[in-house]
């Protein structure tokens, strides 16, 4: 399967704490990026990371990706209750055409 | 620029029924993909259009069909409703490269 798979499922952390959920795939890839979804929403791209790159920051968002453990990581440092969401990495293959395939997701919970 | 659009928002259908949804992406982007989201499943790429082409799809029987206008407006259509069907149904339009996704608020179907 080409899909990633994300962990951990569930994440709850006190307001002001950092999250870090990971992402683990098995294929190559061209990208790696990552989304937030609100309750029952559509998704919100948060950031998009090539496979030459192996870190990369967006605000409070680090995402890192090692290719050689075919993993990436994404750090949200001082978490607010509004970064209460489900997180999902996306992969897109490294041939082709190929679409981008979601993970299962981390239900990310802060608490205020 | 205005957002991904999708009508409706809510839909109760019954089994055996047909529905059609409709996404308008992002002016000026020529790539829509369709996604379904359910509990059980997660998010499951259904396919994707480019410039009225469809260039991939996922692995969903032949009742689920969809097509893109020459606007790059997108349909998909679902037919013989079956009570697994109820899900979120979103849709995604991306940009010349189509690396990022942007994503619509999503159809939220229910089949009784």
């Known amino acids: 399967s080409q899909q990633g798979e994300e962990d951990p499922q569930a994440l709850s952390i006190q307001e002001g704490e950092n999250a870090t959920m990971n992402c683990s795939y098995k294929?190559?890839?061209?990208?790696l990026q990552w989304y937030r979804q609100n309750s029952g929403r559509g998704l919100v791209h948060l950031i998009l990371?090539?496979?030459?790159?192996r870190e990369k920051h967006s605000g409070r968002l680090r995402v890192t990706l090692d290719t050689s453990k075919k993993s990436s990581s994404l750090l949200i440092t001082a978490s607010r209750a509004a970064d209460t969401a489900s997180y999902f990495c996306?992969?897109?293959?490294?041939?082709?055409?190929?679409?981008?395939?979601f993970g299962t997701g981390t239900r990310l919970t802060i608490i205020p | 620029k205005a957002g991904v659009t999708q009508t409706p928002r809510y839909l109760i259908k019954t089994r055996g029924q047909q529905v059609t949804l409709s996404c308008s992406p992002i002016?000026?982007?020529?790539?829509v993909s369709w996604y379904q989201q359910t509990p059980g499943q997660g998010l499951q790429f259904l396919f994707e259009?480019?410039?009225?082409?469809?260039?991939n799809k996922g692995n969903f029987p032949g009742r689920f069909s969809g097509r893109q206008f020459s606007n790059s407006r997108s349909e998909m259509n679902v037919s013989t409703l079956e009570l697994g069907d109820s899900a979120l149904y979103l849709c995604?339009?991306?940009?010349?490269?189509?690396?990022?996704?942007?994503f619509g608020p999503g159809t939220r179907l229910l089949v009784l």
């Open positions: 995604a339009s991306g940009g010349e490269g189509g690396e990022t996704q942007y």
């Open positions: 294929t190559s890839i061209n990208n």
């Open positions: 990371i090539r496979s030459n790159e």
């Open positions: 996306a992969l897109r293959p490294n041939f082709g055409n190929e679409k981008l395939t």
């Open positions: 002016s000026g982007h020529r790539s």
């Open positions: 259009y480019f410039s009225e082409t469809q260039r």
